[in-house]
């Protein structure tokens, strides 16, 4: 029993602090069931993960439209994770517009809260990919979830598709 009660303390950490850049005290006593907690934020994790690379894909793409439409079922994914409204309100942000250079401005900052939320919980049964790309930002670099170890940047596309480095594995 103290392994559940652990292990779904670890999962209701993970998820309060991954997302939550406004340091937003969310009080954990709202959960009856550790069970139930760990359950939930696995799926809504993978939701959040799919959702991202659709994203991510569509920006590798320079297809601004396709982003919007990803970044709208992003932000569905995201709704229910609590404290992640600030990543919530960046998929927003990303649906509201087809220019791509503004989308990856968003993408940049919305990646650093979702990449903490998919990293806690490591309930992916395939590997996932960190990736970087020092060029991105300004030359201050950028982060990205990656399904394949291949580098397809989304913060240049075709310009610079293989820009980057993969700097962690998920498993």
Not at 11 to 22: D, F, K, P
Not at 120 to 130: E, F, M, N, R
């Amino acid at each position: 029993m103290k392994k559940y009660f652990f292990i779904g303390a670890l999962a209701v950490t993970a998820l309060l602090g991954a997302c939550n850049q406004s340091n937003k005290q969310e009080s954990s006593t709202e959960v009856t069931s550790v069970e139930t907690v760990t359950e939930v934020a696995g799926n809504d994790t993978a939701k959040v993960y799919q959702a991202y690379l659709a994203v991510k894909d569509a920006l590798v793409q320079t297809d601004g439209k396709a982003a919007q439409q990803a970044a709208t079922k992003l932000t569905t994914a995201l709704s229910p994770i609590k404290g992640c409204d600030e990543a919530e309100g960046l998929s927003k942000k990303i649906a509201e517009t087809d220019d791509v250079k503004s989308q990856r401005t968003n993408f940049l900052q919305l990646s650093q809260d979702v990449i903490p939320l998919v990293k806690g919980l490591k309930t992916q049964s395939a590997p996932i990919y960190i990736a970087y790309c020092p060029m991105a930002n300004e030359g201050n670099g950028g982060y990205w979830l990656s399904a394949q170890k291949e580098i397809k940047n989304p913060y240049y596309g075709k310009d610079m598709m293989d820009c980057g480095e993969v700097k962690e594995e998920i498993k």
